[in-house]
T-cell receptor, first 111, second 111 residues
Framework: QKEVEQNSGPLSVPEGAIASLNCTYS??????FFWYRQYSGKSPELIMSIYSNGDKEDGRFTAQLNKASQYVSLLIRDSQPSDSATYLCAASSGSARQLTFGSGTQLTVLP | NAGVTQTPKFQVLKTGQSMTLQCAQDMNHNSMYWYRQDPGMGLRLIYY???????DKGEVPNGYNVSRLNKREFSLRLESAAPSQTSVYFCASTVRNTEAFFGQGTRLTVV
């Protein structure tokens, strides 16, 4: 059974702080990793993808991947109230590169 | 560009009734997926189709059937709905090893 584990939270940070979200995965065959943001009642939307070890930065978001430790993280700098959402970590593997999702971390950014 | 379109958006069924959820994508993607999302459980894969003409079971296939009608369309059928199938259903599509695009979701209640 392929598993992706996330801290379920909830996680609260003050506006302007750094939010740190973590994820571990069990399938060493996973090749691609994604962070999705999901607002209440909406569908998931991709915010970051990462395919190789190290850091990947995109604006206020930084994804980190460590395949040896089977660990993925997302840092959100200068957090804004609009970042308040559930963040889903996903790992891609298998013949159709199907995604296995974690249960999500609910983030609240306090004004 | 509509992306991934799901119908219907909302549905209430009585136990034992059947229905088909429709999904279509206009991005020429090869792979399509059906997920269900329950509170606190992230998204779980029901069925997927790596390419036109192929379908495979995911993590939670019991009680469901699928049809990959053509490259664009992937339908999910509940033959005899049960209250345990009350959930939010998402269809998604992807080009191999890249991000998955999600439809807007179908909120299904079985009473």
């Amino acid at each position: 059974q392929k598993e992706v584990e996330q801290n379920s939270g909830p996680l609260s940070v003050p506006e302007g702080a750094i939010a740190s979200l973590n994820c571990t995965y069990s399938d060493r065959g996973s090749q691609s990793f994604f962070w999705y943001r999901q607002y209440s009642g909406k569908s998931p939307e991709l915010i970051m993808s990462i395919y190789s070890n190290g850091d990947k930065e995109d604006g206020r978001f930084t994804a980190q991947l460590n395949k040896a430790s089977q660990y993925v993280s997302l840092l959100i700098r200068d957090s804004q109230p609009s970042d308040s959402a559930t963040y889903l970590c996903a790992a891609s593997s298998g013949s159709a590169r199907q995604l296995t999702f974690g249960s999500g971390t609910q983030l609240t950014v306090l004004p | 560009n509509a992306g991934v379109t799901q119908t219907p958006k909302f549905q209430v069924l009585k136990t034992g009734q059947s229905m088909t959820l429709q999904c279509a994508q206009d991005m020429n993607h090869n792979s399509m997926y059906w997920y269900r999302q329950d509170p606190g459980m992230g998204l779980r894969l029901i069925y997927y189709s790596a390419s036109e003409g192929t379908t495979d079971k995911g993590e939670v296939p019991n009680g469901y059937n699928v049809s990959r009608l053509n490259k664009r369309e992937f339908s999910l059928r509940l033959e005899s709905a049960a209250p345990s199938q009350t959930s939010v259903y998402f269809c998604a599509s992807t080009v191999r090893n890249t991000e998955a695009f999600f439809g807007q979701g179908t909120r299904l209640t079985v009473v």
